[in-house]
């Protein structure tokens, strides 16, 4: 029967019916082959391998054999590749390849019938096999005994030659001609060939090594190393182009101070280099093993500058404000100055997005005349992305910390771990608990990565970790980490960066003389209108679409205005919008998220109807417990007559039902809507309020003071009330900020009533 499946060339690489390999794909056609195959094919692609690996391959040079694979599984990873178990199922004719789409072929496939074999013809064959290969296992300390269980379980002549054909090793163009083979007889016959090809190898390089002293001392392991070398070349005919590479990596090694483990181990690997054959598989991965392991920077250090004043001055030229992080590396420098030999700290900058906690990082590292590499593991779930796969994999490679510090090229980088509050512990493994590996100076400096097996000293790294929120960092990790929080720019530390380092870099990259006017009002007013930010990433990238577009006008003047801004930019995009009818039951809140202090708008209503509570506008569970104490506190005070309540339902309602808004620090605000529109009294819109009730009125403390602070100035408001125990928060808060609001600090619900609700009682 004649039918047709999505083929995919596998470059260098066979497999076999009954054979399962892993694949790591990165490019996209393969990719969209495997969903075309999930999705038409049931999980199955026609595997086909090119015979010249090595140049253009046409159609036409495709054979005509191939072998149909199912998609055992598939994951994808968070670099964007996709990891495949393929399991081979059998071999099939192709009639015909065609193109399927413009850069995807397929093939009318057909299933082979093969003449039954004459039975003591194919008995014979089959014990012949056996005993041979049970020959060369005897031979082979590295085959496992397990292969003989799998071949006695099956008794047929096609699969016997498959499967052992699968773990020999043989090179790619010997398999590739097994795969070609439909005659199981003949490919049985030569198979018993290249065994015993194989097995006669062993007995060499058993003899090799008997022709050796055996019983060495430490003064005669030079001597055994250069004899034996000797023996391998006569044995193998080696020619010196061959052996120019293992001399090098003899020379790295002798020159690398590593412990006597660890020489010993690669010393082991080079050796085995020299008794394989360069066209066997595992010459390859040996290579690539040693390549990685003697290119890591063991004993290679940066001087690091530990002038406390040229590294402030460097990261005050390249960064405003952040002066708690500035402080901390003032202080590190100072200590290393006293101990050299003084444990990094393990910093972890939380704040909103765009504050700049990245290339602060990155100023540290040029700073210190340190190299400087960035790992982000937002979204990881995959432990071995930071730890690397074991060599027995294919296309295994070492972790993400390994190949930074063999990119940065020093074993004392910086390297920043970036969005460690994102991520993912599932049935792939815990990357958190990697890092406390990685982390801790009590541990890292033996970490051990997969790939290269051997321990490395990560004491030298400083790390720097960054994360949004230090509520979904996990605790084990948070625990160990020195937390310091930078929060959001005001309007005036925003005005100070745009006028000081963003506008000058903005001219320095467009190559521009000439450049524009804008008053401090007008530079306010861009920042008011068209950006919504706890940083100034977004205002950086506006500033560079308004200069782009001034400098293309070929304006004469370059005096910008609010209007211009209009003109260049168009209507404003995020013009404040305060409530500004006074409307009872509408009160604003200030409330705390990932991207900063932002103000909201709580809305109740009550009416007649069944006694409950309703709360809309996507609210966590957190604070619908807030709306509940409430109207539990209301209804038990002496603010509202004891029938108030009855049959009445209480609405409470945050717009922008889009978002998600989560915590504790609108009860408040709820309070106060609620007894606003029971009692008819309108609240002033230019009045704010941030803090927790309990059951009894006290007024609780809350978090995130100083960003909620700034929203209310930038959204306009006058008057702020927050609870009393946050009162030594406000020394964080900004002078401009303070001067310009009006806070009140409470501790108990009656100074509010008294203010708000006793005298205007309509």
């Given at each position: 029967m004649d039918y047709t499946l999505?083929?995919?060339?596998?470059?260098?690489l066979v497999i076999l019916p009954f054979q399962e390999i892993k694949?790591?794909?990165?490019?996209?056609?393969?990719?969209?082959?495997?969903?075309?195959?999930?999705k038409k094919y049931s999980d199955r692609v026609l595997i086909v391998s090119p015979i010249a690996s090595d140049k253009e391959t046409s159609v036409d040079d495709l054979p005509k054999v191939g072998v149909i694979a199912y998609i055992k599984s598939k994951i994808e990873l968070s670099n964007g590749n996709l990891r495949l178990t393929l399991r081979g199922e059998k071999r099939v004719k192709i009639l015909e390849y065609r193109s399927f789409t413009e850069d995807i072929i397929d093939a009318q496939?057909?299933?082979?019938?093969l003449p039954k074999l004459e039975a003591t013809t194919e008995e014979v064959t089959k014990r012949k096999l056996k005993t041979t290969l049970e020959e060369y296992i005897s031979t082979n300390s590295s085959v496992s005994n397990s292969i003989l269980k799998t071949i006695n379980e099956n008794d047929d002549l096609g699969f016997l030659t498959d499967a052992i054909t699968s773990f020999l090793p043989l090179d790619f163009s010997k398999k590739h001609n097994y795969m070609l083979e439909l005659n199981s007889e003949k490919r049985a016959l030569s198979l018993i060939k290249d065994i015993?090809?194989?097995?006669?190898?062993?007995?060499?390089?058993?003899?090799?090594?008997?022709?050796?002293?055996?019983?060495?001392?430490k003064e005669q392991e030079e001597y055994y190393l250069k004899e034996k070398l000797k023996e391998i070349e006569n044995a193998l005919n080696i020619k010196e182009s061959?052996?120019?590479?293992?001399?090098k990596y003899l020379d790295i090694l002798n020159n690398l101070k590593l412990s006597s483990k660890t020489h010993e181990k690669l010393l082991n690997e080079i050796d085995k280099l020299k008794r394989i054959p360069k066209t066997s598989p595992e010459y390859g991965v040996i290579v690539s093993y040693l390549e990685w392991v003697l290119s890591l920077p063991w004993q290679n250090e940066s001087t690091e500058n530990l002038n406390v004043k040229t590294v402030l001055n460097h990261l005050n030229k390249s960064h405003y404000g952040l002066y708690l992080i500035k402080e901390r590396i003032e202080d590190y420098v100072n200590a290393k100055n006293i101990n050299e030999e003084i444990a990094n700290p393990i910093i972890c900058l939380v704040g909103p997005p765009g504050i700049g906690k990245t290339t602060i990082s990155k100023?540290?590292?040029?700073?210190?005349?340190?190299?400087?590499?960035?790992?982000?593991v937002g979204g990881l779930n995959d432990a071995t992305e930071l730890v690397g796969s074991r060599r027995t994999y294919l296309g295994?490679?070492?972790?993400?910390?390994?190949?930074?510090?063999?990119k940065c090229g020093t074993n004392n980088p910086v390297i920043l771990i970036d969005e460690v509050d994102k991520m993912v512990k599932d049935y792939k493994g815990d990357p958190a608990s990697i890092l406390l590996d990685v982390l801790d100076s009590n541990q890292n400096k033996s970490f051990v990565d997969n790939y290269i097996e051997e321990p490395f000293d990560l004491s030298h790294v400083l790390f720097i970790l960054t994360a949004n929120s230090v509520d979904t960092v996990p605790y084990t990790l948070y625990d160990r980490l020195e937390i310091i929080n930078l929060s959001s720019y005001t309007v005036f530390e925003k005005l100070d960066i745009a006028k000081k380092y963003l506008l000058p870099k903005i001219y320095a990259d467009f190559k521009i003389t000439k450049k524009l006017i804008m008053k401090d009002d007008t530079i306010i007013y861009l920042i008011n209108n068209y950006t919504k930010e706890a940083g100034v990433r977004n205002l950086q990238r506006i500033l560079k679409t308004l200069v782009t577009k001034v400098i293309s006008s070929k304006k004469e003047s370059l005096t910008i205005t609010n209007e211009d801004l209009k003109k260049y930019l168009k209507e404003p995009i995020n013009e404040i919008k305060l409530n500004k009818k006074e409307l009872p039951g509408i009160v604003n809140a200030l409330a705390y998220t990932n991207l900063g202090g932002v103000a909201l708008t709580v809305e109740a209503s009550v009416y007649n109807g069944e006694e409950k509570v309703i709360t809309t506008g996507s609210l966590g569970d957190v604070l619908k417990e807030s709306v509940y104490v409430a109207s539990s506190f209301i209804k038990e005070s002496d603010y509202v007559n004891s029938t108030a309540f009855y049959n009445r339902t209480i609405h409470i309602h945050i717009p922008d039902n889009a978002s998600k808004k989560e915590g504790p620090s609108c009860g408040i605000a709820i309070t106060t809507a609620i007894l606003s529109v029971i009692l008819n009294v309108k609240i002033d819109p230019l009045v704010a309020f941030s803090g927790e009730i309990s059951l009894k009125g006290n007024i609780?403390?809350?978090?995130?003071?100083?960003?909620?602070?700034?929203a209310a100035y930038n959204n306009g408001i006058k008057k702020v009330y927050i609870p009393e125990d946050n009162s030594n928060d406000l020394l964080e808060v900004p002078k401009q900020i303070i001067d310009n609001l009006e806070i009140k600090l409470v501790n108990n619900y009656d100074t509010i009533y008294k203010d708000l609700f006793k005298n205007n009682i309509a």
């Open positions: 999505l083929v995919m060339l596998l470059k260098d694949l790591e794909l990165k490019d996209e056609i393969s990719k969209k082959i495997i969903k075309l195959s999930n496939i057909t299933d082979i019938v015993n090809i194989e097995i006669k190898y062993n007995e060499l390089d058993e003899k090799i090594s008997n022709n050796v002293e055996i019983r060495l001392t061959e052996l120019e590479d293992i001399n100023s540290i590292a040029e700073a210190l005349n340190r190299e400087f590499a960035k790992i982000s295994a490679l070492p972790g993400k910390i390994m190949q930074s510090l063999k609780l403390p809350i978090g995130g003071l100083k960003e909620k602070l700034i």
